[in-house]
């Protein structure tokens, strides 16, 4: 009986925290788009022409370096 009045608390306590959690996940749009992850499977990330996180500054940068002396 004496352990009920500790493990009532704690999972009142530890269901608090996910409710938190929760509401915290949903108010800094965690689950505003749904679609996009799902469909982003179907995109290759390894083709080469693929330009979209580059910014142009790095890219105009790459483009001016020399490849590195060969051993």
Known sequence: MPALYVMIPA???????????????????????????????LFDDQDPRHQAAVKPDEAAADADKEPPPRA
């Open 11 to 41: 999972a009142l306590l530890l269901v608090g925290v996910a409710v938190y959690i929760f509401f915290w996940a949903v108010d800094s749009g965690q689950y505003d788009d749904l679609e996009s992850p799902a469909h982003s499977i």
